[in-house]
């Protein structure tokens, strides 16, 4: 029988936080996400991006899979200036539909998903693309992501004990080493620039904003050795030579890529992608074939990401009974006979 709905659960971002979905348990989500991805049990368009000025876009991505019995969609808005407002880059709302009748059964914070399921989507790269005797992680942009970041690769790699951080802003760099030492035992310090953390970095990790117009600066040199690079900031931060260089590329998606250079105008360097997280995930190509090549990872965050987080969030709240109620239909209707 169907179950009619008359109210909707809304998650705000405090709901979310009591569920004790942490980011170890998303970066599970996450892995097996990537196999059905490589099932082809998703259907997954690629995500409607567009800048409405030189770094504020707008985004929209939505996935469904009737294998795990749902559909999502997620409205985000991003401005890089907004913290100094005291407001978060990225903001919006994720809507999950159960798929069998298409019914909405939750709306949620989108920033606190958006926030873990990036962050977990790069700590699985990490796990399973970091060198074995990595040791040294650099972060670029010490906002959200970057606490988020130092949580996924201590979850994945608790071995790797340094962290070297750069953040444009030096009152940003500073309170998040602060922070970061306070919550963590690994020992964390400041860079002059970009090029130390590049340098110094067997994972790194760049985190910029995403411009209109990027204006990249890591260049080959900069890259160590046997080193992984993943970017969450598309090619913002890595210029078209480094890109170049690289022994391995992969993209969570390769039709993002395509979309978001054919759209955008975004990835004029990239002239091949070797593997896809998916093709990794699921054993078939795309992993470190030796302690010497330098890897580069695209991750543009994808809608399944989101999606598997979602429903993970809803089952933990409908089992505590997390969230509120609110209202959706004034009546419930008899069915057609
Ligand atoms: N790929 C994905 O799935 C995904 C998801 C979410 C966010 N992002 C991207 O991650 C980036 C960070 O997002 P956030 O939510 O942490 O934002 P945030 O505002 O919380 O933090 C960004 C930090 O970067 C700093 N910064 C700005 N320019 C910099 C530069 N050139 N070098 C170093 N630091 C710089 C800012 O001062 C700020 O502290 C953004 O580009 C965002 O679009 C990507």
Redesign the pocket.
């Known amino acids: 029988m169907t179950e009619i709905q008359s109210s909707i659960r809304f998650l705000s971002a405090t709901d979310l936080d009591q569920l004790k979905l942490g980011m170890g348990d998303i970066i599970v989500l996450l892995e097996k996400a990537f196999r059905l991805k490589a099932e082809g049990k998703v259907q997954m368009p690629p995500k409607i991006f567009f800048h409405r000025g030189g770094a504020q876009f707008y985004s929209s991505m939505v996935s469904a899979s009737s294998h795990l019995g749902f559909a999502g969609c997620k409205w985000q808005s ?1 401005d ?1 200036d907004n ?1 100094s407002l005291g407001l978060p ?2 903001q919006g709302l994720y809507v999950l539909n159960e798929d069998r009748t298409g019914q909405m059964r939750a709306i949620m914070d989108s920033e606190w998903i ?1 926030g873990e399921r ?1 962050a977990a989507a790069s700590g699985l790269v990490v796990k399973h693309l970091a060198r074995k005797d990595a040791a040294t992680a650099g972060i ?7 606490r988020k970041h130092v949580e996924a690769i201590h979850a994945v790699r608790p071995d790797i004990t340094d962290y070297v951080c ?4 030096p009152r ?1 760099q500073a309170k998040f080493i602060a922070d970061m030492t306070e919550r963590f035992p690994m020992r964390f310090r400041g860079a002059a620039g ?1 090029e130390e953390v590049a340098r110094a970095s067997d994972v790194l990790i760049t ?4 411009e209109k117009s990027r204006k990249p600066v890591i260049v080959p040199e900069w890259i160590r050795e046997g080193a992984l690079v993943v970017t ?2 598309y090619d913002s931060y890595v210029c078209d030579e480094m890109v170049a260089a690289m022994d391995l590329i992969l993209t969570d998606d390769s039709g993002q890529i395509e979309d978001a250079r054919r759209n955008e105008g975004k990835f004029p360097g990239v002239s091949r992608i070797d593997a896809t997280l998916s093709d990794l995930i699921s054993g078939h190509h795309g992993a470190r074939a030796n302690d010497k090549q330098r890897i580069l990872a695209f ?3 994808i809608a399944l990401e989101d999606l598997v987080t979602a429903i993970e969030a809803l089952r933990r709240a409908q089992i505590s009974n997390i969230g509120t109620m609110l209202p959706l239909r004034k009546r419930v209707l008899a069915a057609e006979a």
């Open positions: 991003g890089p913290p880059y990225i958006t990036t670029l942009g010490c906002g959200l992501q970057g750069y953040d444009l802003v940003r970009p985190g910029g904003p995403i969450i900031d991750n543009l965050g």
